[in-house]
C-alpha cells in the first residue's frame, strides 16, 4: 500500500514537472532529445522544421554531420556550430537562412562537404582556404556578394564547387590554378569581371566547367570552349592594343614617351600599359615597350 502511494506520489510529480531532458547528459533541440555524447549524426531531411537553427546544437560535440536540408529554418547560422570541431557535413540547404556564412565556418578544418544552397546568405568568407579537406562546396542559389577571395586557391582536396546564381563581383583569382583535383567550376549567373585567368588551364581533372553570364573580358584561354565561356556582358570590357599608350593604333616612340609620363603621374595602369602582366606599372614596362618596338619588321 504505502509502495502504491510511493509510486503514486512519483507518477504525479513527473507529470507536473515534465519528463525533460536529462541535464548535462541530453540537448533539446525541436522537441527531441539528443545524447551529447552518442550524437554523431543528426538527420532532420524534410522534417518541417521551422525558427532558428538553436544555439544548443553546439552542445553535440561528437557531431559528425549535421543534415537539415528541405525545412523553413529561418535567421543565420549559430556561432555555437563553431563549437563542432570534428563535423565533416554541412547540409543546410533550402532553407530561408539569411545573413553573412560565418567566418568560422573557414577554420572548420575537418568539413568535407558543405551545402548551403537555396538561401538568402552573403558574403563568402575570407578564410575559406582554412578549410584543407574541403572535396564539395556547394554555395549556389544564394545573395553572395563581394569576391572570390585568393584563399581559395588553397583549397587543395576540392573536387566539386558551385558559387552560380549569386551576385559575387570582381575577377576569377589566378589562384583558382592551383585547384589541380577540381571536377567541376559552376561561377554563372554573378557579375564577374577582368580577364579569365590562364591559370585556369591548369584544371587537367575538370569535367565540367561554366562561366556563362557573367562580365568576362577577351581575350579567352585557349583551353575553354565556346560553350564554356558562353555569353559575357562585354561592353564594359577594354579593347586596346598592349603598349597603345596614346590610343592611336599605333606602337612607336610616342608610346615610350605616354607610359614615362604615366609613371611619374603615379597613374594606375588598365591593363593595356602592363606590358609584364605584373599588376604594375613601372620602368620594366617601359623596357618591355621598347624590346617590342625594336623587334618589330
Not at 233 to 255: A, F, K, P, Q, R
Amino acid at each position: 500500500m504505502i509502495k502504491e502511494k510511493i509510486f503514486l506520489l512519483l507518477t504525479l510529480l513527473l507529470i507536473s514537472v515534465g519528463w525533460g531532458c536529462i541535464d548535462g547528459v541530453e540537448v533539446e533541440l525541436w522537441d527531441e532529445c539528443y545524447n551529447i555524447i552518442e550524437t554523431t549524426t543528426l538527420n532532420l531531411f524534410e522534417s518541417n522544421l521551422s525558427g532558428e537553427i538553436p544555439e544548443d546544437i553546439g552542445e553535440l560535440v561528437n557531431l559528425i554531420s549535421l543534415i537539415l536540408p528541405f525545412n523553413q529554418l529561418t535567421g543565420g547560422i549559430p556561432q555555437s556550430i563553431s563549437n563542432l570541431e570534428i563535423l565533416e557535413i554541412l547540409d543546410i540547404r533550402s532553407n530561408q537562412l539569411s545573413g553573412d556564412i560565418p567566418d568560422f565556418i573557414g577554420d572548420m578544418i575537418n568539413l568535407h562537404h558543405i551545402f548551403l544552397q537555396d538561401n538568402s546568405l552573403e558574403g563568402i568568407p575570407q578564410n575559406i582556404g582554412n578549410l584543407e579537406n574541403l572535396i564539395e562546396l556547394d554555395l549556389h542559389n544564394n545573395n553572395l556578394t563581394g569576391n572570390i577571395p585568393y584563399s581559395i586557391g588553397e583549397l587543395g582536396h576540392i573536387s566539386l564547387l558551385y558559387l552560380n546564381n549569386n551576385n559575387i563581383t570582381g575577377e576569377i583569382p589566378e589562384s583558382i590554378g592551383n585547384l589541380i583535383n577540381l571536377e567541376i567550376l559552376s561561377l554563372f549567373n554573378n557579375q564577374l569581371t577582368g580577364e579569365i585567368p590562364s591559370s585556369i588551364c591548369n584544371l587537367e581533372e575538370i569535367e565540367y566547367i561554366v562561366l556563362d553570364n557573367n562580365q568576362l573580358c577577351p581575350p579567352y584561354p585557349e583551353c575553354l570552349n565556346e560553350n564554356e565561356i558562353g555569353f559575357q556582358d562585354t561592353l564594359e570590357c577594354i579593347e586596346c592594343v598592349l603598349g597603345d599608350i596614346n590610343d592611336d593604333s599605333t606602337l612607336d616612340v610616342s608610346d615610350i614617351v605616354s607610359m614615362i609620363n604615366l609613371i611619374l603621374d603615379e597613374w594606375d595602369n588598365d591593363g593595356c600599359d602592363d606590358l609584364n602582366s605584373d599588376g604594375n606599372l613601372d620602368i620594366l614596362d617601359v623596357i618591355a615597350l621598347v624590346n617590342i618596338l625594336f623587334s618589330s619588321p
